[in-house]
């Protein structure tokens, strides 16, 4: 039982163009959500967080939107760059002690 | 000065063997993990230790045993390895005040042949 998607396993933009990465979770319960990073032969690391009283956070080039309503969430990176081809993975949680639900992950290709 | 550290980054073994990973962190976070990302390319929680002390421990085998001997350190045994186990397992940390955004280590791929 999946309870955070991404349906898409891959994505191809060129660079300066904007990429949008989705989400989509099941527990209503969810309060926290996060957005992690993976290059190949590394660890996951964090991008940009969102709780659930915000539907938008920005850090810089990176944006993350919340529907509540529709249990969805969104990545918006631009412009985006080469340097940003990665894995990118959704986790949410709804409480700080509970453990973190990831998604399969997005592989983002920007093509110079 | 690396932030997460684990060893062995490979690990390729034989079936019914014991092994041990090990992890460390210089963060001075009060919070580690154990993930295990399968073939599937799921990172599911399998541990996770606060100041020492278990909090999580999610549907795993009993063959596999954390411990925590300080803050900074948290070391996965798995015993009598089994073909399933084969898998990256990553470890992580994070602090009280922010444990939602935690910090992973590069991972150790474990093969069981």
């Known amino acids: 039982d999946q309870q955070v998607k991404q349906n898409s396993p891959s994505l191809s933009v060129q660079e300066g163009r904007i990429s949008i990465l989705n989400c989509d979770y099941t527990n209503s319960m969810f309060d926290y959500f996060l957005w992690y990073k993976k290059y190949p032969a590394e660890g996951p690391t964090f991008l940009i967080s969102?709780?659930?009283?915000?539907d938008k956070n920005e850090d810089g080039r990176f944006t993350v939107f919340l529907n509540k309503s529709a249990k969805h969430l969104s990545l918006h990176i631009v412009p985006s760059q080469p340097g940003d081809s990665a894995v990118y993975f959704c986790a949410a949680s709804p409480t700080p002690n509970t453990p973190l639900v990831f998604g399969k992950g997005t592989r983002l290709s920007v093509i110079a | 000065d690396t932030a997460v550290s684990q060893t062995p980054k490979y690990l390729v073994t034989q079936m019914g063997n014991d092994k041990s990973i090990k992890c460390e962190q210089n963060l001075g976070h009060d919070t580690m993990y154990w993930y295990k990302q399968d073939s599937k390319k799921f990172l599911k929680i399998m541990f996770s230790y606060n100041n020492k002390e278990l909090i999580i421990n999610e549907t795993v085998p009993n063959r596999f045993s954390p411990k925590s001997p300080d803050k900074a350190h948290l070391n996965l045994h798995i015993n009598s390895l089994e073909l399933g186990d084969s898998a990256v397992y990553f470890c992580?940390?994070?602090?009280?005040?922010?444990?939602?955004?935690?910090?992973f280590g590069p991972g150790t791929r474990l093969t069981v042949t």
């Open positions: 969102i709780s659930s009283i915000k």
């Open positions: 992580a940390s994070s602090s009280g005040t922010r444990r939602y955004e935690q910090y």
